[in-house]
């Protein structure tokens, strides 16, 4: 009996465009895995430049191998159902325009273009970036907070000579990287909507309008300009994961393509929102069970026994950090609003039992769709068990999550409903079409201007440019406070990133928010070596802090 593994029996209508999605888990996942393995072994590659060049090259031959693998699901350019190359682009146009918008963005003076990501949470992603690039590996014995992409960004970093004493470096590189990840996002939702488009009936064309319209909305300032500009990182790595692991199961459930991107969706997701991986978990479960059904059970059951076993073991630190360290009971904190954008959510949830209903006889794409509920209902069980509201900051991030999901569902649910009044009242059909593509319009127009703000300083609460000299000033990192001519949270921001600068063992981490001068004065009194940071004049510096009469003044 011969041993075969065969990669997928679909072709895929998306081709290349599908394949992107799955190729950045996959490779987000080797370097996880590798990162992990190292600090099990000692080696700390990430803390040089030479050697972190021989970690990438050591993962690029991981991925290479896996992408040699997934080549199998290229479309069958014979196939009906693959789309047309200008239907791809319209598929991928949503994403493509924030691609843009990072390209532009680099005619701007460096303050101007960083502005928007010296913002919310994206600064405290900074600083365990650092810590990574400064351990050299994936650990977690001093902080339990998951983080898979920081690791990447920490590789990127390390090769390209970024961070360590270069804190601006480190700035620039993440604000373009965090901006790439959204632009991923984007992509990942509008290749599963098209994707559902065409597993429910639909025409490759209209099939790709729904991709693109779905694609466009995560650009709407309740997706994109809610959590970029919040730094919400890991939530935007948990979507491109669910995305992409959903999208696998509903277009090539029985390969061991699915299985492996789903794996590594898992371990991604072990890294990095543990309360996710209940989505993930089941996700990457049918797609082995599947796999196992569809040839010789015993043989692949050791191979997903294999690639499981790799999952769990490259999971563990994280999971058992969290455990150890957070609990369930941390979701009871509501420190940030996270916003919910309850009209989508309504809507997603309504098209989404819109299509169950006209397609049940269709087990996977039902499954999927289930998927796109879960993290509301687990939201909903959550806020339940910890007794907190589900608009509280995590049950809320988990909304969002399934008002995201639900997006895929939207153009899928709208297409069929127009094929069904079409057939039963033609009439109809002409007015309701041109409902649609007006909605579809206005969806492309408010996406193409969208992430303009971002890029003019709308989303920020802090001066870039002031940030940025701060960082630069000599001596900086041994700040205790600082106080600047910046707005609102331009002392906090540069106060936060400068912790990126100290070691995490024996780091104590700034206070989070604005200071008064009370909290400051303690702040100086406390340190063996009060520091000031600050662009002001000396003497209005002394008359601020006059409770610290020999604190040493820094400028930039």
Same mark, same amino acid.
């Given at each position: 009996?011969? !041993?075969?593994?065969?990669?997928?029996?679909?072709?895929?209508?998306?081709?290349?465009?599908?394949?992107?999605?799955?190729?950045?888990?996959?490779?987000?996942?080797?370097?996880? =895995?590798?990162?992990?393995?190292?600090?099990?072994?000692?080696?700390?590659?990430?803390?040089?430049?030479?050697?972190?060049?021989?970690?990438?090259?050591?993962? #690029?031959?991981?991925?290479?191998?896996?992408?040699?693998?997934?080549?199998?699901?290229?479309?069958? +350019? +014979?196939?009906?159902?693959?789309?047309?190359?200008?239907? %791809?682009?319209?598929?991928?146009?949503?994403?493509?325009?924030?691609?843009?918008?990072?390209?532009?963005? !680099?005619?701007?003076? +460096?303050?101007?273009?960083?502005?928007?990501?010296?913002?919310?949470?994206?600064?405290? @992603?900074?600083?365990?970036?650092?810590? *990574?690039?400064?351990?050299?590996? %994936?650990?977690?014995?001093?902080?339990? &907070?998951?983080?898979?992409?920081?690791?990447?960004?920490?590789?990127?970093?390390?090769?390209?000579?970024?961070?360590?004493?270069?804190?601006?470096?480190?700035?620039?590189?993440?604000?373009?990287?965090?901006?790439? =990840?959204?632009?991923?996002?984007?992509? #990942?939702?509008?290749?599963?909507?098209?994707?559902?488009?065409?597993?429910?009936?639909?025409?490759?064309?209209?099939?790709? *309008?729904?991709? $693109?319209?779905?694609?466009?909305?995560?650009?709407?300032?309740?997706?994109?300009?809610?959590?970029?500009?919040?730094?919400?990182?890991?939530?935007?790595?948990?979507?491109?994961?669910?995305?992409?692991?959903?999208?696998?199961?509903?277009?090539?459930?029985?390969?061991?393509?699915?299985?492996?991107?789903?794996?590594?969706?898992? =371990?991604?997701?072990?890294?990095?929102?543990?309360?996710?991986?209940?989505?993930?978990?089941?996700?990457?479960?049918?797609?082995?069970?599947?796999?196992?059904?569809?040839?010789?059970?015993?043989?692949?059951?050791?191979?997903?026994?294999?690639?499981?076993?790799?999952?769990? &073991?490259?999971? %563990?630190?994280?999971?058992?950090?969290?455990?150890?360290?957070?609990?369930?009971? @941390?979701?009871?904190?509501?420190?940030?609003?996270?916003?919910?954008?309850?009209?989508?959510?309504?809507?997603?949830?309504?098209?989404?039992?819109?299509?169950?209903?006209?397609?049940?006889?269709?087990?996977? %794409?039902?499954?999927?769709?289930?998927?796109?509920? =879960?993290?509301?209902?687990?939201?909903?069980?959550?806020?339940?068990?910890?007794?907190? $509201?589900?608009?509280?900051? &995590?049950?809320?991030?988990?909304?969002? @999550?399934?008002?995201?999901?639900?997006?895929?569902?939207?153009?899928?649910?709208?297409?069929?409903?127009?094929?069904?009044?079409?057939?039963?009242?033609?009439?109809?059909?002409?007015?309701?079409?041109?409902?649609?593509?007006?909605?579809?319009?206005?969806?492309?127009?408010?996406?193409?201007?969208?992430? !303009?703000?971002?890029?003019?300083?709308?989303?920020?609460?802090?001066?870039?440019?002031?940030?940025?000299?701060?960082?630069?000033?000599?001596?900086?990192?041994?700040?205790?406070?600082?106080?600047?001519?910046? +707005?609102?949270?331009?002392?906090?921001?540069?106060?936060?990133?400068?912790?990126?600068?100290?070691?995490?063992?024996?780091?104590?981490?700034?206070?989070?928010?604005?200071?008064?001068?009370?909290?400051?004065?303690?702040?100086?009194?406390?340190?063996?070596?009060?520091?000031?940071?600050?662009?002001?004049?000396?003497?209005?510096?002394?008359?601020?802090?006059?409770?610290?009469?020999?604190?040493?003044?820094?400028?930039?």
């Amino acid at each position: 009996m011969s !041993f075969s593994l065969p990669l997928s029996r679909q072709p895929d209508a998306l081709g290349i465009l599908g394949r992107t999605g799955p190729l950045f888990i996959i490779s987000l996942g080797c370097v996880v =895995l590798a990162a992990v393995a190292c600090d099990r072994i000692g080696w700390t590659p990430l803390d040089s430049r030479w050697t972190s060049a021989a970690f990438l090259a050591l993962v #690029t031959a991981t991925v290479a191998g896996a992408w040699v693998l997934m080549k199998g699901l290229a479309p069958n +350019r +014979r196939s009906t159902k693959g789309m047309s190359r200008a239907q %791809l682009w319209l598929v991928g146009a949503p994403a493509a325009t924030l691609v843009l918008y990072a390209a532009a963005a !680099f005619f701007l003076a +460096r303050p101007s273009r960083v502005e928007w990501f010296l913002n919310g949470d994206h600064v405290r @992603h900074l600083v365990l970036v650092a810590d *990574i690039q400064a351990n050299g590996a %994936l650990s977690y014995d001093v902080r339990p &907070y998951p983080r898979a992409w920081h690791t990447a960004v920490a590789l990127l970093s390390s090769v390209t000579g970024s961070g360590g004493s270069d804190l601006v470096g480190l700035v620039d590189l993440m604000a373009t990287a965090t901006w790439l =990840l959204y632009a991923m996002v984007t992509l #990942t939702m509008a290749a599963l909507a098209a994707s559902m488009g065409v597993r429910v009936g639909l025409k490759t064309l209209p099939a790709a *309008i729904a991709g $693109s319209v779905a694609g466009a909305a995560t650009l709407w300032p309740s997706f994109l300009g809610n959590y970029q500009a919040l730094g919400l990182e890991s939530s935007l790595v948990a979507a491109v994961v669910l995305a992409v692991t959903l999208r696998e199961v509903l277009t090539h459930h029985g390969s061991l393509s699915a299985f492996l991107v789903c794996s590594a969706g898992l =371990l991604v997701m072990g890294h990095t929102w543990q309360l996710l991986l209940p989505v993930s978990g089941l996700a990457a479960a049918m797609a082995g069970v599947r796999y196992i059904r569809a040839g010789d059970p015993w043989k692949r059951i050791v191979v997903v026994a294999g690639i499981g076993g790799v999952v769990l &073991y490259a999971s %563990l630190p994280s999971l058992t950090a969290v455990a150890k360290s957070v609990g369930v009971s @941390h979701a009871a904190v509501a420190d940030i609003v996270a916003p919910v954008p309850m009209l989508t959510l309504a809507v997603g949830l309504l098209s989404t039992a819109v299509v169950m209903w006209l397609r049940r006889r269709d087990v996977w %794409l039902v499954f999927v769709l289930l998927l796109t509920v =879960l993290p509301a209902l687990t939201s909903v069980a959550l806020a339940a068990r910890v007794g907190v $509201s589900v608009t509280t900051y &995590y049950p809320a991030k988990l909304l969002w @999550h399934s008002a995201l999901l639900g997006l895929a569902a939207i153009g899928p649910a709208g297409g069929l409903l127009w094929s069904s009044i079409r057939a039963r009242q033609p009439s109809l059909a002409v007015p309701i079409r041109a409902c649609l593509g007006a909605a579809a319009v206005l969806c492309a127009v408010g996406a193409a201007w969208a992430p !303009f703000p971002g890029l003019t300083g709308k989303w920020s609460t802090a001066d870039g440019a002031t940030v940025l000299s701060l960082l630069q000033a000599p001596g900086a990192e041994g700040a205790t406070v600082v106080w600047s001519d910046g +707005r609102l949270n331009t002392d906090a921001i540069t106060r936060i990133t400068l912790d990126a600068s100290k070691q995490e063992e024996t780091r104590v981490d700034t206070p989070q928010g604005r200071l008064t001068v009370d909290e400051e004065c303690r702040l100086l009194r406390a340190s063996p070596a009060p520091v000031i940071l600050s662009n002001r004049p000396p003497a209005e510096v002394r008359a601020r802090y006059g409770c610290v009469p020999d604190a040493q003044i820094i400028a930039p």
